[in-house]
């Protein structure tokens, strides 16, 4: 059990639907992270919660990717009109603030694998 | 342009070799350093981690890690890899200025018996 919890593990989709995904940090940890990672690459950062607030958004998010943390709890990652580039692991990592947060370094999850057909 | 170089992308050894893999930085300034290791089929877990001090860490299973600031470069190594040790390797570098750990694109390592 890594704390990080993500669901679906898998999603097969149609270009052009909308897919959501979700993910449940560990409880304590306020930041929570979404990457993506495809074949051959490392982790590429997508965007970053403090509590509820979205403070940084990578140039990788287009406007079809959107991001929430309504309770700064869970969180959820919704692809609009998805695309075949848009297949990959999707990646949600949390920690805790500050100093502490970084000498820890960061929880991740074990990914929602997304296949567009 | 790539922040974090890892310049192994697949390393094939037999159990016992030594292992060093690179991984070299571009950021200026203050920052902290990883590696995190992912077995087949298992998400990224932390193998150990630099922030100050002693350039030497160590983290688990065996695995050491020396940052040397000249180079900008945090070299993992472990003298005597088993067959377990087979998973892909991935340094990360956060900058103090920034939010977010950045990744490097990751090395395959297949240790076979």
């Known amino acids: 059990d890594t704390g990080v919890s993500q669901n679906p593990r898998h999603k097969i989709t149609k270009r052009g639907q909308n897919v959501t995904f979700r993910c449940d940090p560990i409880?304590?940890?306020?930041?929570l992270y979404w990457y993506r990672q495809t074949l051959g690459q490392g982790p590429e950062f997508l965007t970053y919660?403090?509590?509820?607030?979205?403070?940084?958004k990578s140039r990788l998010l287009s406007d079809r990717f959107s991001a929430e943390r309504p309770k700064g709890s869970f969180s959820t990652l919704e692809i609009q009109r998805t695309e075949q580039g848009d297949s990959a692991m999707y990646l949600c990592?949390?920690?805790?603030?500050?100093?502490?947060?970084?000498?820890?370094?960061?929880?991740f999850g074990s990914g929602t694998r997304l296949t567009v057909v | 342009a790539q922040s974090v170089s890892q310049h192994n992308h697949h390393v094939i050894l037999s159990e016992a070799a030594s292992l060093e893999l690179g991984c070299n930085y571009s950021?200026?300034?203050?920052?902290?350093l990883f590696w995190y290791v992912q077995y087949p089929g298992q998400h990224l877990q932390l193998l150990l981690k630099?922030?100050?001090?002693?350039?030497l860490v160590k983290g688990i299973k065996g695995f050491e890690a020396e940052f040397i600031k000249s180079k900008f470069s945090f070299n993992l190594r472990k003298p005597s890899v088993q067959w377990s040790d087979t998973a892909e390797y991935f340094c990360?570098?956060?900058?103090?200025?920034?939010?977010?750990?950045?990744f490097g694109k990751g090395t395959s390592l297949l240790v076979t018996p």
């Open positions: 990592a949390s920690s805790l603030g500050g100093k502490q947060g970084r000498s820890k370094g960061y929880t």
């Open positions: 990360a570098v956060f900058r103090n200025s920034g939010y977010a750990l950045n």
């Open positions: 409880s304590e940890h306020n930041r």
């Open positions: 630099y922030f100050s001090g002693d350039p």
């Open positions: 919660f403090q509590n509820e607030a979205q403070l940084e």
């Open positions: 950021y200026g300034g203050t920052v902290n």
